[in-house]
């Protein structure tokens, strides 16, 4: 089984500040992608930025960075310079990428607010 | 370009009645799924499928029936509601469940409400 874990239920920046969000997980596979979605007060599900776990470079999409650290089995989100449209639920999530597992895990999520 | 369209957005139930969640995509997707997010909980799998006549259950499945008989539309049945079902659900799709990779496309959801 898979899991997901992220440990910061909450969490507050200001407006223009860099803050890191927290994503632990655990698979016995070797191959396997991992996310992170953004649910904005609208309910929307929003794809943020997504990495191959063969990939050893850290995946960017402008001010979205992670830090994946494979063998600890971390995946944290960076957000540099900080805006108020960031304000949302963010979800950790995990797929395997072999055999029958279509299944995406996603962790409890961390709802981010930005403060001006 | 609609994506995936959910309906209702909202719906507000009896315990012991029944209803359909309706998900459609324009997209051709091969793989459709169905998840419920409750607070504190994250988002999981109800039942999922992988092409037309192909359904599976995923992480949730009681209480829940679904079936896949187009590529398009992918319903998922609540045949007597209890109050437990009370979430708000996500249909979900991508264009081949083969590669884990691929970008799952969501609807904008269903607040459920059972009494």
């Known amino acids: 089984a898979q899991t997901v874990t992220q440990s910061q239920p909450e969490m507050s920046v200001q407006e223009a500040e860099t803050v890191t969000l927290s994503c632990t997980y655990d698979?016995?596979?070797?191959?396997?992608?991992l996310f992170w979605y953004k649910q904005p007060p609208s309910r929307q599900m929003i794809l943020v930025i997504r990495?191959?776990?063969?990939?050893?470079q850290n995946a960017t999409e402008n001010r979205f960075s992670v830090n994946f650290q494979k063998a600890a089995k971390s995946f944290s989100l960076k957000i540099s310079d900080s805006q108020l449209g960031d304000t949302a639920m963010y979800f950790c999530?995990?797929?395997?990428?072999?055999?029958?597992?279509?299944?995406?895990?996603f962790g409890k999520g961390t709802l981010l607010t930005v403060n001006p | 370009n609609a994506g995936v369209t959910q309906t209702p957005k909202f719906q507000v139930l009896k315990t012991g009645q029944s209803m359909t969640l309706q998900c459609a995509q324009d997209?051709?997707?091969?793989?459709m799924s169905w998840y419920r997010q409750d607070p504190g909980m994250g988002l999981r799998l109800i039942h999922y499928?992988?092409?037309?006549?192909?359904?599976d259950q995923g992480e949730v499945p009681n209480g829940y029936n679904v079936s896949r008989s187009t590529t398009e539309d992918f319903p998922l049945r609540l045949l007597s509601a209890a109050p437990s079902q009370t979430s708000v659900y996500f249909c979900?799709?991508?264009?081949?469940?083969?590669?884990?990779?691929?970008?799952?496309?969501f609807g904008s959801g269903t607040q459920l409400s059972v009494l």
């Open positions: 979900a799709s991508s264009y081949t469940a083969v590669w884990a990779s691929e970008k799952l496309f």
């Open positions: 698979t016995s596979e070797n191959n396997y992608y």
């Open positions: 990495q191959e776990a063969y990939k050893q």
């Open positions: 999530a995990l797929q395997n990428s072999g055999g029958s597992n279509y299944k995406l895990t």
């Open positions: 997209m051709n997707h091969e793989y």
């Open positions: 499928s992988v092409g037309a006549g192909i359904t």
